[in-house]
């Protein structure tokens, strides 16, 4: 149940009285005046700790830059071994090509006696060099016969022939190769176009 006030209730309050005269300030004001003190109180020790904080934020950023010299250095470093690296990889290959290269001399230095005793010393240097090749991870890329696969093989020209299935490899013009599984060249072909099929 709700009170209604009454004129009589509303008179009989003291409204004449004053009421008790505020402290100095609000309560926000007098913790800002007490903040006040204690950081005039403490300002020697506030400077000990900003001056810390300065030599520490200092030798934080000589040891960024020092970190950023030292990642700057071995990014070179790889860099460098990366090229010597390679360097060397050729090197190697280019060593397992020379016995191939001696031969070709020794072959153009002996005189040739027949034809057929010059053209089989040409087909062991060639067989040789393979060799050499192969333990380098060169292989050839079959052709002639093959179903044509644009991956593998380069189209130069089309013939038309019922000897051939449609879309096969007809001739081989110039071997392809392969280092491991990458693509080195393709092999230059012409393609068979069978009517028939």
């Not at 005039?40 to 900003?50: G, I, K, N, R």
């Not at 060099?129 to 044509?148: C, M, N, R, V, W």
């Amino acid at each position: 149940m709700s009170r209604t006030n009454t004129n009589s209730e509303i008179e009989s309050l003291d409204v004449g009285h004053d009421l008790p005269a505020r402290e100095e300030g609000t309560a926000d004001n007098r913790r800002e005046h007490r903040d006040e003190k204690s950081v005039s109180e403490q300002s020697p020790s506030t400077e000990s700790e900003l001056s810390t904080l300065k030599k520490e934020r200092d030798a934080l950023l000589d040891r960024l830059a020092r970190t950023q010299a030292d990642f700057e250095n071995a990014r070179k470093r790889a860099a460098k071994a990366q090229q010597e690296f390679r360097d060397f990889a050729l090197e190697d290959a280019l060593k397992s090509l020379l016995p191939t290269l001696d031969s070709f001399d020794w072959a153009l230095q002996s005189p040739a006696r027949d034809l057929q005793e010059f053209r089989s010393g040409v087909e062991l240097i060639r067989k040789q060099l393979h060799d050499a090749l192969g333990k380098l991870g060169i292989t050839t890329i079959p052709a002639k016969g093959e179903q044509f696969d644009p991956s593998l093989h380069e189209a130069v020209e089309t013939t038309n022939t019922t000897s051939s299935k449609d879309n096969q490899v007809a001739e081989e013009l110039q071997r392809g190769y392969r280092l491991k599984d990458r693509l080195l060249r393709p092999a230059m072909v012409i393609v068979a176009r069978n009517p028939k099929e």
